[in-house]
């Protein structure tokens, strides 16, 4: 819906219009206060000498609603400029996009690159998202004022040094001047240029290279906030830049360093500029940091003198000041010149990264491997990222490597949260380690944000081989009772050494779960160790996976003991997914070996034989092209070996078999949603994107969530259920009192599988009640009483009050209707004609529930009696 220019003060526009041309430069930000409330600052800078300061501004919230905000501030600044600060807080009703807008007549006059500048409408602003994914966020605050000096011909440098106390990333274009509405000024034009005006989209850096003409310009910025490559809202910073003839130089500062630090590294340096005029030049520098409450980044002045300035940068980092984005700095020096100042500003980058977790240490076991360190020194850690690697790469970071970079070869294999949480078994994800390799290990700490810290010191490992080492758990028989298992390991080598010698025992324990206790079930005595074999029946292998240990005693009359550590082997087995026309196998086991090659193969129901149908080195094999509904059996063959004794020992072993059936468990992707208000027609017109189109083929119906108040659990409003649902991606809904709803939509494939919802998608644009400006009880039966516009009796109470001239009171009302006659309510006599000025306090109900929404106006009276109010 188009805006439309505040008219609240145009009964005055009369004797201000000539004076009315202020405005210079301005923004608005924001900082959250709650999940749908914020507190704005409307930043403007205007003429000293205009009559048209105003006390407050209207701001148009992107809702349908406005509010005044009061002037909270005015600073007095040299070359006739006010610095103006304007403070409201705004509850929205719920998530969404919105506009903030703020307009105000007029523009400053003799703005050389806005047509008619003294007649055209000033605008700014905001846009911002508010939605769950998003989260709490606070828009980035502009440290430099939107006010400069340029010399003409002379490179021209600003930054609004821009911080984001959230830590987003920010991005920085020019972009147009707005007017009226804050549509873009028509003939607006950028500055002319000798060679190109631009500004660096990293650093902000405004370079207008160079003035060809003395003047005053507007130039707007818009700067662009990001979380997790997301845009997530805007602000659009209209900046004046005057143009001046002058023999004056700016300064110049000396090229400036940037910094990568470990937190609790202290950073200072001195900086000094220079004046080829031997003007005095002063320094001042911006930047978040300079303005943190405690450890706060400092900057002194040293010396200075004619024709220089030497300050000193100082910064006590610590690990509040973690953050995966860089502290940006701006150094700015300004001269002090007959004719103008000008300044030169520089920045540099301060990013401080997390301390490296300290203390590493890996205990090895037969098939996993533990990790310790000590809790991070940086108490903001949410926790710690694991890092594996087969043998040792060396790596040592460089002052701004921070984590553990993809080229040493490390790969990260597992997130503890947690700060306190600094112990990790790594068994592979329950598959076990594979004996004779080097594991080596690194771990960082992260932190909120998704900052990373240093990495750890490198700890390298390998696992204790079992005593004995197991080299097969194999499928040899498939059924349910009589099924077999075959097991070997490998004759332990040096045994014969300790004294005293044998006899042996070997123990084969069996469990079904690795949760539960061993059981032995056999015992071989053995005097040279040689019986390495072992054929485990009488089984059901068609439905468990078995889990296997063997223990070596040394079996000596009076001196029976424990040689070595065990270690546990488990028999393959097909962990099956079914899914839309294909099935997923993805092989279980906990071997000691290394499983290098799997050979997949499926029952064929025509021959009842097992054929190969693949290879793979992967741990999963994906079975494509089936028929939904039909049962495929499948085994596997794994093809390993593992290093032992100086030897490498080759081995087969056959999975259990398994069984499943295709079906399409997937559900399709979720609709994108857009809703639309039509007010007069007190309907929601919701549309969606068919996923047929676009990730699916077999959608055959919609849900339509909906709730009129949010934050509240959403119900199903309907179902769209046809031999065209697939295609019918409309709907209409009636609301039975307010507009206002949040809504989602989900799509149900032919399998009842139903789609993630759309994003929520709440509107609450529609305004219902209206107040008219002219009213006429001179007793012809026309317009002689004053109602309110009040769509379905949207509104039930509001708070009227009416006022003349002189700011008495003369009509009050908690009517909705108001239902005046024009008389006032002390003495019931006729009001005279005239302007009379209204505050009205409405309560309406809108998706937060009851919302006060403040109308402020004037109503022009025609009576018969009195006269005119305003004589």
């Given at each position: 819906m188009k805006r439309k220019l505040v008219t609240i003060l145009s009964f005055f526009f009369i004797v201000i219009n000539l004076h009315a041309t202020h405005n210079r430069a301005g923004e608005i930000t924001y900082e959250q206060i709650s999940d749908l409330t914020y507190r704005f600052t409307i930043t403007t800078f205007t003429y000293t000498q205009s009559a048209a300061n105003r006390y407050e501004l209207l701001v148009e919230w992107g809702d349908n609603t406005s509010s005044i905000a009061p002037l909270k501030s005015r600073q007095e600044?040299?070359?006739?400029?006010?610095?103006?600060?304007?403070?409201?807080?705004?509850?929205?009703?719920?998530?969404?996009?919105?506009?903030?807008?703020?307009?105000?007549?007029?523009?400053?006059?003799?703005?050389?690159?806005?047509?008619?500048?003294?007649?055209?409408?000033?605008?700014?602003?905001?846009?911002?998202?508010?939605?769950?994914?998003?989260?709490?966020?606070?828009?980035?605050?502009?440290?430099?004022?939107?006010?400069?000096?340029?010399?003409?011909?002379?490179?021209?440098?600003?930054?609004?040094?821009?911080?984001?106390?959230?830590?987003?990333?920010?991005?920085?274009?020019?972009?147009?001047?707005?007017?009226?509405?804050?549509?873009?000024?028509?003939?607006?034009?950028?500055?002319?240029?000798?060679?190109?005006?631009?500004?660096?989209?990293?650093?902000?850096?405004?370079?207008?290279?160079?003035?060809?003409?003395?003047?005053?310009?507007?130039?707007?910025?818009?700067?662009?906030?990001?979380?997790?490559?997301?845009?997530?809202?805007?602000?659009?910073?209209?900046?004046?830049?005057?143009?001046?003839?002058?023999?004056?130089?700016?300064?110049?500062?000396?090229?400036?360093?940037?910094?990568?630090?470990?937190?609790?590294?202290?950073?200072?340096?001195?900086?000094?500029?220079?004046?080829?005029d031997n003007d005095p030049v002063i320094h001042s520098m911006t930047g978040g940091p300079m303005n943190f409450s405690g450890d706060s980044a400092i900057f002194d002045t040293d010396s200075m003198g004619f024709g220089f300035v030497t300050s000193t940068f100082s910064w006590q980092t610590t690990c509040d000041h973690v953050r995966k984005q860089p502290y940006q700095f701006v150094l700015k020096s300004e001269d002090d010149n007959n004719d103008i100042d000008l300044v030169d500003l520089s920045n540099f980058s301060i990013t401080v990264l997390g301390k490296a977790p300290e203390n590493l240490g890996v205990i090895p076991g037969s098939d996993e491997i533990i990790l310790s360190w000590d809790v991070s020194l940086c108490a903001k850690a949410t926790g710690y990222r694991i890092y594996r690697k087969e043998g040792s790469s060396g790596f040592i970071p460089d002052s701004c490597e921070n984590g553990v970079p993809e080229y040493t070869g490390y790969k990260l294999i597992d997130v503890v949260s947690g700060l306190n949480n600094t112990e990790y078994h790594d068994n592979n994800k329950g598959e076990g380690l594979v004996q004779g390799i080097e594991y080596c290990y690194m771990i960082t700490a992260y932190f909120a944000d998704g900052a990373e810290s240093f990495a750890s010191k490198e700890?390298?490992?390998?696992?204790?081989?079992?005593?004995?080492?197991?080299?097969?758990?194999?499928?040899?028989?498939?059924?349910?009772?009589?099924?077999?298992?075959?097991?070997?390991?490998?004759?332990?080598?040096?045994?014969?050494?300790?004294?005293?010698?044998?006899?042996?025992?070997?123990?084969?324990?069996?469990?079904?779960?690795?949760e539960d206790n061993f059981e032995i079930i056999a015992s071989i005595n053995t005097p040279d160790l040689n019986d390495t074999i072992y054929s485990d029946t009488l089984l059901n292998t068609i439905q468990y996976p078995y889990y296997y240990s063997v223990i070596l005693f040394n079996n000596t009359p009076g001196d029976r003991f424990q040689i070595g550590t065990s270690e546990i082997a488990s028999s393959l087995y097909l962990d099956i997914?079914?899914?839309?026309?294909?099935?997923?196998?993805?092989?279980?086991?906990?071997?000691?070996?290394?499983?290098t090659e799997y050979v997949v193969y499926r029952l064929n129901p025509n021959t009842?034989?097992?054929?190969?149908i693949g290879i793979t080195s992967e741990s999963s094999y994906l079975d494509e092209n089936l028929t939904n509904g039909v049962l495929h059996t499948y085994q596997v063959k794994s093809m390993g070996w593992r290093p032992l004794n100086e030897m490498d020992y080759y081995n087969e072993n056959y999975s259990h078999i398994q069984s499943a059936i295709p079906i399409d468990t997937v559900p399709p992707c979720p609709p994108e949603l857009t809703v639309q208000s039509f007010c007069d027609s007190m309907m929601n017109v919701l549309t969606w994107t068919n996923p047929n189109?676009?990730?699916?083929?077999?959608?055959?119906?919609?849900?339509i969530y909906y709730t009129p108040v949010y934050p509240a659990n959403l119900i199903l409003l309907d179902s769209i259920v046809s031999p065209e649902a697939p295609l019918d991606t409309t709907y209409v809904h009636y609301p039975d009192e307010t507009l206002a709803a949040c809504y989602y939509v989900t799509a149900v494939d032919s399998f009842a599988n139903e789609s993630a919802p759309s994003i929520l998608q709440c509107v609450d644009i529609c305004v219902f009640y209206e107040l008219p400006n002219v009213f006429s009880p001179n007793g012809d039966a026309k317009n002689d009483i004053y109602y309110s516009k009040n769509l379905n009796d949207y509104v039930k109470t509001v708070d009227m009050k009416i006022y003349n001239r002189w700011g008495q009171l003369v009509y009050q009302t908690a009517d909705p209707d108001i239902n005046w006659n024009g008389r006032q309510q002390q003495n019931n006599k006729l009001v005279p004609s005239g302007v009379y000025y209204y505050i009205c306090d409405v309560y309406e109900p809108r998706i937060t529930g009851l919302v006060v929404r403040n109308l402020v106006g004037f109503i022009h009276v025609y009576s018969e009696e009195g006269g005119a109010a305003n004589e």
């Open positions: 600044l040299p070359d006739f400029y006010y610095h103006n600060i304007y403070e409201v807080e705004h509850t929205f009703p719920g998530p969404g996009t919105f506009e903030i807008l703020v307009q105000d007549p007029n523009r400053n006059y003799g703005v050389k690159n806005i047509p008619n500048s003294v007649n055209t409408i000033f605008s700014i602003k905001t846009t911002m998202i508010i939605s769950s994914w998003v989260g709490f966020n606070n828009t980035p605050e502009l440290l430099n004022f939107p006010i400069d000096k340029a010399a003409l011909g002379h490179v021209f440098i600003h930054n609004p040094s821009a911080y984001d106390p959230d830590g987003d990333s920010l991005s920085y274009r020019i972009t147009i001047c707005t007017g009226e509405n804050g549509i873009p000024i028509e003939g607006y034009t950028l500055p002319e240029a000798s060679d190109s005006l631009t500004i660096n989209h990293v650093t902000g850096d405004l370079i207008w290279n160079t003035p060809v003409d003395t003047g005053i310009y507007n130039i707007a910025i818009d700067v662009e906030e990001w979380r997790k490559n997301i845009k997530i809202g805007n602000i659009v910073r209209d900046m004046q830049v005057g143009v001046y003839y002058t023999e004056n130089n700016a300064p110049v500062n000396p090229p400036l360093q940037s910094y990568c630090v470990e937190a609790g590294t202290y950073i200072e340096f001195e900086v000094t500029s220079t004046d080829a700890a390298c490992t390998t696992l204790i081989p079992g005593t004995p080492a197991l080299l097969n758990v194999s499928v040899v028989e498939i059924d349910d009772t009589e099924g077999e298992i075959f097991l070997s390991w490998a004759k332990p080598l040096g045994v014969d050494t300790l004294a005293p010698i044998g006899p042996y025992e070997y123990q084969v324990l069996r469990k079904q779960n690795l997914g079914s899914s839309d026309n294909k099935l997923l196998l993805n092989f279980r086991k906990k071997v000691p070996w290394l499983n009842a034989v097992f054929d190969s189109n676009y990730c699916t083929d077999d959608v055959v119906r919609y849900n």
